[in-house]
């Protein structure tokens, strides 16, 4: 489905390289004055057109393709808002794509690429959008983020704020080494993954329900829809596996190791979640490709690749986060 939430509901759609990628977002009360400014800093971060600050004091288009530094990313806001403030009407809006160079991928109309999602979707709906990848490339999650700002500011005035940033590239975890890492990757024709680390403050005990419901679920279900996310982990996480449960129970660092949850439920501590993020499948390093026919065959790919995708998914997370919690608040 391309469409997330109960009450808060959004609706992606459009193709990499098709006209536009935009959104619908339902459930959005009237009277609310959008921040175009907080939203133009969230495409900005997405695309890698920011100077970091603080411990994230690296140039974030390290690791960012040329396409996605050249694309203005303007909102056109189709429906729903009136200079500026919503109607409570359905909001509709598309982000036009313009720097698309869809020749480079000619080639994927007979070929497969190992590590996309090329051959899953020939096969499923027995025709695929070669250029780019279609709905299954990164540019899709330009529409998240726009609905990611609209919810962020509805949970700012509820007193919820959302900040995620990349703790790892690799096996580097010192953020001061981030850029010449990924240069370095990028200079090999290469690419690397990274992990992005989300803390949700302001949220009030009792957020989620027991079972089926629960707030992780809910986290992980929007996180693991991003592209290239393989991985969900809250707390102490997978490394809790190395600790006792006396070390775990009886910690005073207990807020880290239960990530602000209990039973699904929020605990009124900061919520604290991490996504693992692949390397690029594609990137300038000759690959083995599956041809259509199912003959074996060297690929080489030529179009425009993010060294670390993990740079730019940090701008999604949030996002996502925002729009899977605004939807709970909404019930």
Same mark, same amino acid.
Request: positive net charge.
């Given at each position: 489905m391309n469409t997330l939430g109960k009450n808060f509901v959004f609706t992606s759609f459009g193709e990499s390289h098709g006209k536009a990628i935009g959104g619908v977002l339902d459930g959005v009360p009237a009277g609310v004055r959008i921040d175009m400014d907080l939203i133009r800093e969230a495409l900005d971060k997405r695309a890698g057109r920011f100077e970091a600050k603080g411990d994230e004091a690296i140039r974030r288009e390290a690791g960012v393709s040329p396409r996605a530094k050249r694309e203005a990313d303007k909102v056109e806001w189709l429906s729903g808002v009136l200079d500026g403030v919503t109607l409570g009407t359905p909001i509709a809006f598309i982000i036009r794509n313009a720097d698309t160079r869809s020749e480079d991928y000619e080639w994927l109309k007979h070929t497969y690429r190992v590590g996309h999602a090329d051959k899953t979707y020939q096969e499923k709906y027995g025709i695929r959008d070669h250029r780019g990848g279609g709905r299954a490339s990164a540019r899709e999650t330009v529409s998240r983020v726009v609905a990611g700002g609209v919810a962020q500011q509805l949970l700012?005035?509820? &007193?919820?704020? +959302?900040?995620?940033?990349?703790v790892q590239v690799g096996c580097e975890t010192n953020p001061a080494h981030f850029e010449e890492y990924i240069s370095n990757i990028r200079q090999e &024709?290469?690419? +690397?993954?990274?992990?992005?680390?989300?803390?949700?403050?302001?949220?009030?005990v009792g957020i989620g329900e027991p079972i089926f419901d629960k707030l992780q679920s809910h986290l992980a279900f929007a996180m693991m829809s991003i592209n290239g996310c393989k991985g969900f982990e809250y707390g102490s996480g997978f490394e809790g596996v190395n600790l006792k449960g006396s070390e775990m129970y009886l910690s005073e660092n207990h807020t880290l190791i239960s990530g602000g949850m209990a039973g699904g439920i929020s605990d009124g501590t900061p919520v604290v979640f991490r996504c693992v993020f692949k390397p690029t499948a594609s990137n300038r390093k000759t690959f083995e490709a599956i041809r259509r026919e199912g003959d074996e065959a060297k690929g080489k790919s030529i179009g425009r690749h993010d060294a670390c995708i993990a740079v730019r998914a940090v701008a999604v997370v949030e996002a996502m986060a925002a729009i899977v919690l605004q939807d709970i608040f909404s019930v």
């Open positions: 700012k005035e509820k &007193g919820v704020e +959302i900040k995620a940033k990349l &024709g290469d690419s +690397i993954g990274g992990i992005v680390q989300c803390t949700i403050t302001g949220l009030p």
